[in-house]
């Protein structure tokens, strides 16, 4: 027999271990229930499916457990009693079968009837946005569901290490300048939204709590789900699968506006890819030009017809002051004077350190050193990762002798 005081700590103890458990799994979800919220039949479903099967369960443990306790004090005999040898009861037994078996069929009903709300999308309401497209990142072996007139507004949900992307799908075939967002995806109210639902490295896993169900994110594997919002609002989430050491921090959330806010957000994300794209597009035309211009001046016998400005004459056996100024295009080797400022050369770059000034101390040995390991030591007022690190790659032991010698010479004044 435990003594009194062995008993009410083992009591405390218990009481201690219930209190700090039922917090945590506030944290995670709700404390009864599934967490639902924004109105999207999937996560109502198996809510109240959830909800059913919880409170059947609860009378069964309470009836059996109460009629246990009521029994074992009404019933109980004192020290020295015989007891009564009992021997089945029919009607009992055939009672608690015949109820049990009920209970499964009833279960097993309700739940086949939900389970067309929680696995089909419907279609979207009248007031939700309309949406011509069918899926569109429709990849691997599974098939998505789709709504019965087959409209979504289909979203590519993508895992990385560690960071969600949704790429938004549209109309051409160019999915490099579709609307994208990272972390919190945005989508219209009223409005059936399908998930295709992959991941880029490792295994991740979708899960808004409050908007259905869990799906993994499979490298290789294409996933599907479905939501549709009838609240607005935001909500949370997290990627749910052990996927490295930023997983912790790999959130998610889903911000629900009505199909006009929508609609103005979509277009300033679509104006901004636009316009970053012709920007990027000029900045490399330019380039270019100013390559072959360089080019040009550098080697005017050599030079290339007009017609192909794009691929000048690779630079074989060029003198040093040629591979200063115009760099090996044919290997990528940028030019050194397109960031440095060097009088012999005639540049005037201040992307990086002057040369004239910095290197009046230094030794051939040292310069190339500096090329070939731009990031070993970082000049004064400079940051690392600017000056490329391939020059031991892109240019020939020949080349980067002639280009040191060159350099050297030119700061020494030879
Ligand atoms: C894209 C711009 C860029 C190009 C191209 C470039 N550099 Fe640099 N360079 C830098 C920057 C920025 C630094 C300063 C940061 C550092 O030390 O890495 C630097 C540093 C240097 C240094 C060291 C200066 C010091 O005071 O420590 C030398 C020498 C140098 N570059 C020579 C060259 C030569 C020769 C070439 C061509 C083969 C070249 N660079 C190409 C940007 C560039
Ligand atoms: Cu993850």
Not at 89 to 108: C, D, F, H, Q, Y
Not at 356 to 367: H, P, S
Not at 374 to 392: C, D, L, S, T
Request: aromatic content about 8%; overall charge positive; hydrophobic content about 45%.
């Amino acid at each position: 027999m435990t003594s009194r005081p062995a008993k009410q700590t083992f009591l405390f103890a218990f009481i201690l271990v219930a209190a700090l458990l039922i917090p945590a799994s506030a944290a995670m979800a709700g404390v009864i229930a599934p967490e639902s919220g924004g109105g999207t039949p999937n996560a109502e479903g198996i809510r109240s499916l959830y909800l059913l099967i919880f409170g059947i369960g609860c009378v069964v443990f309470f009836g059996v457990g109460g009629l246990l306790i009521y029994t074992l004090v009404r019933f109980r005999s004192r020290r020295g009693s015989v007891a009564v040898q009992a021997h089945g009861n029919t009607r009992l037994e055939v009672a608690w079968t015949v109820g049990a078996a009920m209970i499964l069929v009833l279960i097993s009903v309700v739940t086949f009837l939900k389970l067309d709300q929680i696995k089909n999308p419907p279609n979207s309401s009248a007031d939700g946005l309309s949406t011509p497209m069918n899926v569109a990142f429709n990849t691997g072996p599974a098939k998505p569901a789709l709504p019965p007139n087959g409209h979504s507004l289909n979203i590519d949900v993508n895992g990385q290490q560690y960071i969600w992307r949704y790429t938004y799908a549209d109309t051409d075939t160019n999915n490099l300048n579709n609307v994208f967002a990272y972390e919190q995806m945005v989508v219209p109210t009223d409005t059936t939204v399908s998930l295709t639902i992959r991941a880029q490295d490792v295994q991740h896993s979708w899960w808004i709590p409050s908007l259905g169900g869990k799906f993994d994110a499979v490298p290789g594997y294409t996933n599907y789900t479905w939501f549709k919002i009838t609240k607005p609002g935001t909500y949370n989430g997290q990627c749910a699968e052990l996927c490295g050491r930023g997983h912790a921090t790999m959130i998610a959330s889903v911000k629900a506006v009505s199909p006009a806010e929508f609609k103005v957000w979509y277009a300033a994300q679509k104006l901004a890819i636009t316009s970053a794209e012709r920007q990027a597009a000029a900045a490399r035309n330019a380039l270019v030009a100013k390559d072959a211009a360089v080019l040009k001046a550098a080697a005017p016998s050599a030079a290339a017809p007009m017609a192909a400005p794009a691929r000048p004459a690779p630079v074989a056996m060029a003198d040093g002051k040629t591979l200063f100024v115009a760099g090996v295009p044919a290997t990528g080797a940028l030019a050194c004077g397109s960031c440095h400022t060097l009088s012999a050369a005639g540049t005037n770059g201040a992307v990086g350190p002057n040369l004239d000034v910095v290197l009046k101390t230094w030794n051939a040995a040292m310069i190339r050193e500096a090329i070939l390991y731009p990031n070993k030591m970082i000049a004064k007022g400079y940051a690392a990762n600017i000056m490329p690190a391939n020059y031991g790659a892109t240019l020939t032991k020949a080349q980067l002798d002639v280009l040191v010698k060159y350099v050297d010479d030119s700061v020494h004044g030879k």
